[in-house]
């Protein structure tokens, strides 16, 4: 049985932003001494040709440095061979992205369907290796799998949140690009185009992978063998896991966030976003002894997507389909008044297989806190796109309450937010979003004439929420529909099972346990998502006898293969925990 050591330095009650999933002692070791000890074993096992293959965000150059420095050390003269070197020209990359990027539009493409093949030319990559000796040759870079014949493979890896850290500093850049862009620029592609093409790159070669690493730190990186990296992922697809959470600053975000989670950086202006879990982006963090690595979530659900949503693995397949975050306005203010497309829309014009349905979770909220949520009776569209257009042109403020409908939110209330309608949190909410995973797709309506952390006004999306909005959805709607009743579906001694709420356009539902001890529960083939909204900490024991803590505030998943699991109170107060899984 692994205890919750995980969660040592964490006192109970207080949010961990540093989640790990503890595995054997030694199986994660640390620098480029020992990476190139891996290398030297393979050599005297034989192997002469060793792809070091991995993701954009690697800062490469001083990998493949500090690399050659730690070989030459033990005896090795490795030959070098960059896969930059055999990429296409940037031009006719950008040709065979170009309906991928969406031409003028700042934020939208199209999810790029192609491999990371295309943008190299793999007949100079591989005419260029057969030049090198018949000494060891490292083949670096993304693409250095696509050689083919190789004897070792490595794979790099850095998590989503330093990429982006590392493309403000414009320390890397896009596939094939010779030099780095704006931001937004970067990222958009990245979304579209460069991390679909490398992510079905990374699910083909995990089965081949010999060792991983987390390239993060780039002084020290973090390794760990294919084999036990790979075991750790089953032992998590079949018991329980957190994602490493990760805080942005956004012009509408709060306070909330940033006094009760210890360890965020105290000078940041405010948290607007917690990314609990939101696949594409998150990490998986696993603790060996004093070493930690971080790989991506997305590895886990290529290696045992079956296990973890069980009779939703058909319908979803690699894709992880629920994302819980945080969007705190509590001190802040308002989001965007904004709507979401309807599927076909996202699926015609993004190339996404599901649309961001979502549900607001108030977890806490100041007296007089709202949520704008569908349209006030009788609402005139015309008149109501007359003003957006007329605001978004001459700079004045509307009265968004004459057109948009809004409700008192408090704590435990849940409100449902299916495509389609018009929505937004008021200030002074401290929201748990729960829902589909999906998360770019935001068309702003209007923005209440604030700016951005940078200073420039954000783009509206106006036309297309023309496109998607359901003005039917007006006052009587949304109390019927979207402001769901809570109901109790089973009960005991000191404990209940709440129904909190869901919708017909929804794939998934919410629930909530509620107890003053514990309480059990059986997945029941499906995927429970979770987060602890009142109480002090709850213990989990899985039914293979792992048991982890998990603090007021935080979000951790029970896979669908772990059967049946137990949450038991930690501390003197009554708990509450949230609970979603696909209907």
Not at 126 to 139: A, Y
Not at 167 to 179: C, I, Y
Not at 237 to 252: K, N, Q
Not at 554 to 582: H, N, Q, W
Request: proline fraction near 6%; charged fraction near 25%; hydrophobic fraction near 40%.
């Amino acid at each position: 049985m692994l205890s919750d050591k995980v969660h040592a330095h964490t006192p109970p009650g207080v949010y961990d932003i540093t989640p790990t999933f503890p595995v054997p002692e030694g199986q994660v070791a640390a620098g480029y001494d020992r990476l190139a000890e891996v290398i030297k074993a393979a050599v005297q096992n034989g192997a002469q040709r060793v792809a070091l293959d991995g993701f954009s965000g690697v800062l490469w150059a001083v990998l493949q440095e500090y690399l050659d420095e730690a070989l030459r050390r033990i005896g090795l003269e490795p030959q070098w061979y960059d896969t930059a070197e055999s990429f296409l020209p940037e031009e006719l990359i950008l040709e065979e992205i170009r309906p991928s990027l969406g031409g003028n539009d700042p934020l939208f493409g199209q999810l790029y369907r192609g491999d990371l093949s295309d943008f190299l030319d793999v007949g100079v990559l591989q005419s260029q290796t057969e030049l090198l000796g018949d000494d060891l040759k490292i083949l670096y870079g993304p693409g250095a799998a696509l050689v083919g014949a190789f004897d070792f493979l490595i794979y790099a890896d850095v998590p989503k949140d330093e990429i982006q850290r590392r493309m403000r500093g414009k320390t890397v850049s896009n596939l094939g690009a010779t030099s780095p862009a704006d931001f937004d620029v970067m990222y958009k592609r990245a979304y579209f185009v460069d991390w679909p093409a490398l992510n079905r790159h990374k699910a083909r070669l995990l089965p081949d992978i010999d060792w991983l690493v987390d390239a993060q730190d780039p002084e020290r990186p973090t390794l760990i063998s294919g084999e036990h990296l790979r075991s750790s992922l089953d032992a998590m697809a079949s018991s329980y896991f957190r994602v490493r959470p990760w805080f942005l600053p956004g012009p509408w975000g709060g306070q909330w966030m940033k006094e009760h989670f210890p360890g965020l950086a105290p000078d940041a202006p405010n948290y607007a976003w917690s990314y609990e879990l939101i696949a594409p982006e998150n990490g998986l963090v696993v603790e060996s002894g004093r070493e930690r690595l971080e790989c991506s979530f997305d590895l886990l659900m290529y290696q045992c997507h079956r296990e973890v949503l069980g009779r939703a693995a058909e319908r979803f397949g690699h894709d992880f389909p629920i994302r819980f975050d945080y969007l705190d306005t509590s001190g802040g203010g308002n989001l965007s008044i904004q709507v979401h497309p309807r599927p076909e829309y996202i699926r015609e014009r993004f190339g996404e297989p599901f649309t961001q349905d979502e549900s607001y979770y108030i977890v806490t909220s100041k007296p007089g806190a709202r949520v704008y949520l569908g349209f006030r009776d009788g609402v005139d569209p015309d008149e109501f796109r007359h003003e957006v257009e007329r605001s978004q042109r001459e700079g004045v403020i509307i009265d968004v309450d004459s057109f948009v409908n809004s409700v008192q939110s408090g704590s435990h209330d849940l409100f449902l937010i299916p495509h389609g309608t018009i929505h937004g949190s008021g200030a002074d909410n401290l929201v748990l979003e729960i829902s589909a995973t999906p998360y770019i797709y935001t068309f702003k309506i209007y923005d209440w004439m604030r700016r951005d952390l940078e200073g420039k006004l954000r783009p509206l999306n106006i036309e297309r929420a023309w496109e998607n909005l359901y003005f039917e959805r007006q006052e009587d709607y949304v109390r019927e529909y979207l402001c769901p009743k809570p109901r109790v579906l089973r009960e005991g001694p000191g404990w209940r099972e709440v129904f909190v709420g869901t919708h017909e356009d929804l794939f998934y539902v919410v629930h909530r346990y509620e107890f003053d001890q514990e309480i059990t529960a059986e997945t029941c083939g499906s995927c429970h998502m979770l987060n602890v909204v009142e109480g002090l900490a709850v213990r989990l024991e899985t039914a293979d006898g792992r048991q982890a803590r998990f603090n007021f505030g935080e979000t951790f998943v029970i896979p669908a293969a772990a059967g049946g699991y137990r949450l038991s109170r930690v501390g003197d107060r009554p708990v509450k925990v949230v609970m979603a899984c696909v209907k």
